[in-house]
């Protein structure tokens, strides 16, 4: 438990040292995509499912937590009380046909909690950043209606929506589980607009402000000893804006105006997962996805949304998990995932892809506790009519726990 309370202690100071020095990046941050709806979608989750596609909705929670289904829960072992944080740092290049521009990009991505309830339940407290907004669009030239001159446009946008979720899950028999989960999404997205007519300065400072509620349930089921299979359904969500927007001229004066927001509709989401363990040393793992955006009936600025599938595959090999020598502890990873995108925009969906590997290391021999380190390069969007190619960089790092409630000490 001494080593234990250490890492806890360390991983905290982690996550004010990379959420600190990612607010001073500010607008190196994220990707131009984030300009859209609410922000791009964070992909990241707990422990070792970050190395593994990003998949993992039939895979339990018994050596550590798996918030991708909330019926993972109920497998989480006797006395055991898990603990999982995150940050990520991203490298981006930004290709257009002008040129390239690299970025750089570090957050806190994950802080989660999970224990057992009694030997067929399980409850689960996480907080993950659901959305990111970090874009800058520099020297727009548009013309004064009315007249021959022009004037400049600076644009800088960052924010974005947090997920603070609660889970529980239930084995209904031993070999089916049950979960639910509710999500409270709410955040911040702010806008800076500065237009520059000749000698003369208009911002045009937005917060807008959303909040609403999220469910999710899923179940999970052993086929055989080494195959389970799991699905999960969001339900749609509506999520309720309102808007502050200040505007700031060169002689001094300023306009405060409030407004409710348009809400924003969250589609009914679907998901199927496949998880297969060979043997003590190899698991693997696939994903479905499917989410309905275009019943939700909205557009973009400049963009409509679509329908989304995504796939997601992972393998994990373990020499030996319980080995005398150190190396054949190691957790080695892999993965791949692509979708296809939720936002078409001149007619070209907004695709994303990235291959993965990662390592769990860990800390004791009989523990779960661990460092779950991920690598992902991947692409996004495309150089065509107009759009951007985002090459990125991922490096994310986990720390996951396992701690031991309620056992007597042998000695005093």
């Keep these: 438990m001494t080593m234990n309370k250490y890492i806890f202690s360390l991983s905290l100071l982690l996550v004010f040292a990379v959420h600190t020095y990612a607010q ?35 895979i339990p929670s018994n050596d550590g937590i798996n918030s991708l289904n909330p019926a993972s829960y109920s497998s989480i072992p006797k006395y055991s009380f898990f603990f999982d944080v995150g940050v990520k740092i991203q490298k981006e290049t930004l290709v257009d046909s002008n040129g390239d521009e690299p970025r750089l990009n570090a957050n806190f991505s994950n802080i989660a909690i999970a224990f057992p309830i009694n030997k067929k339940s399980g409850l689960g407290v996480s907080l993950i950043p659901y959305t990111n907004v970090g874009y800058t669009i520099l020297d727009i030239e548009s013309n004064i209606e009315g007249s021959t001159d022009t004037f400049t446009t600076n644009v800088f946008g960052s924010g974005g929506l947090n997920d603070f979720k609660v889970s529980y899950g239930y084995a209904l028999f031993p070999k089916f589980r049950l979960g639910i989960s509710g999500s409270v999404l709410f955040g911040e997205i702010k806008e800076t607009e500065s237009n520059i007519i000749g000698s003369e300065l208009i911002s045009l400072n937005e917060s807008n402000t959303y909040s609403g509620i999220k469910l999710n349930a899923g179940f999970q089921y052993d086929i055989t000893k080494k195959l389970s299979f799991g699905s999960t359904v969001t339900l749609p969500t509506t999520l309720s804006g309102s808007q502050n927007t200040t505007i700031f001229q060169s002689d001094g004066s300023t306009l ?64 030996q998990k319980e080995g005398l020598k150190y190396w054949q502890r190691i957790r080695y ?11 078409s925009i001149h007619d070209q969906r907004i695709k994303n892809y990235a291959f993965n590997v990662g390592l769990g290391l860990p800390f004791q021999r009989k523990r779960n506790s661990m460092l779950n380190i991920s690598y992902s390069y991947g692409q996004q969007g495309l150089v065509s009519n107009g759009l951007i190619q985002e090459n990125y960089h991922l490096l994310s790092l986990n720390l996951s726990l396992e701690g031991l409630w309620f056992i007597k000490p042998k000695f005093n």
């Design 24 to 58: 001073n990046l500010n607008s190196l941050s994220s990707s131009p995509y984030s300009l859209y709806g609410l922000g791009l979608t964070n992909e990241l989750n707990t422990g070792k499912t970050n190395a593994l596609g990003h998949a993992g909705i039939a």
């Design 256 to 319: 405060e105006i409030e407004d409710d927001l348009d809400d924003f509709k969250l589609p009914l989401e679907l998901g199927f997962g496949l998880y297969y363990k060979f043997n003590e040393q190899y698991s693997f793992n696939f994903d479905y996805k499917y989410n309905f955006w275009e019943t939700t009936n909205q557009s973009d600025r400049v963009g409509t949304y679509v329908d989304q599938e995504f796939f997601g595959l992972g393998l994990e090999y373990t020499p």
């Design 333 to 343: 990873r892999a993965g791949f995932n692509f979708d296809n995108g939720n936002l």
